[in-house]
């Protein structure tokens, strides 16, 4: 969510609360119902408040949109073949992915993420690797594996391999004297 959009819902958050509390000091005739009266009565039929009322009608659409939007990041990928249409959901090649990284020796820990975009195949990984471990050297080598891996059993190119570093293992063999 942009920073634009939590700004907007703050406010008319805050706005929100004061209507409400206006509406339970009423009902429970903490107000008087002339000041109520004279409130409307000094608004009523201007342009400014029409104007505002359809600002806020604007602001509104504008934040209940994306909830009614079909803008669902896609669950598969689909590849067209001479003999119909193959889809591989995202969470078989995360699969994939898992197999390639568990079996390189220095990692002992994996998080994975798939994101597809117009430009392909965008792969997120957060690692914990061991202390022995050239990291460089290791990161390269998940990156190629990984974009050979799956151009080899799916025929997918993957646009983008990123790879967090998240932590060292602590090895529980090591003592502290």
Do not use: C, W
């Not at 408040?49 to 602001?59: C, D, H, R, T």
């Not at 990692?107 to 975009?117: A, Q, R, T």
């Not at 990291?135 to 990123?162: A, F, H, K, N, R």
């Amino acid at each position: 969510m942009k920073i634009v959009d939590r700004i907007i819902i703050l406010v008319f958050t805050i706005i929100l609360i004061f209507v409400s509390l206006g509406m339970m000091l009423s009902a429970f005739e903490l107000i008087p119902q002339s000041y109520i009266t004279n409130f409307v009565m000094q608004y009523y039929g201007r342009v400014e408040v029409g104007i505002i009322g359809l600002i806020f009608f604007i602001i509104s659409i504008r934040i209940l949109h994306p909830l009614f939007s079909k803008n669902k990041k896609p669950n598969a990928i689909v590849q067209e073949t001479s003999l119909g249409q193959v889809q591989l959901s995202l969470v078989a090649i995360d699969a994939l992915v898992k197999k390639v990284v568990i079996q390189t020796r220095g990692v002992k820990e994996l998080k994975s993420d798939l994101e597809v975009s117009e430009d392909g195949l965008r792969v997120v990984l957060e690692v914990i690797v061991t202390p022995d471990i050239n990291i460089p050297e290791l990161t390269e080598e998940l990156q190629e594996q990984i974009s050979e891996y799956l151009d080899q059993t799916t025929g997918i190119m993957v646009s983008q391999i990123e790879i967090l570093v998240d932590n060292i293992a602590q090895d529980s063999n090591l003592r502290v004297e």
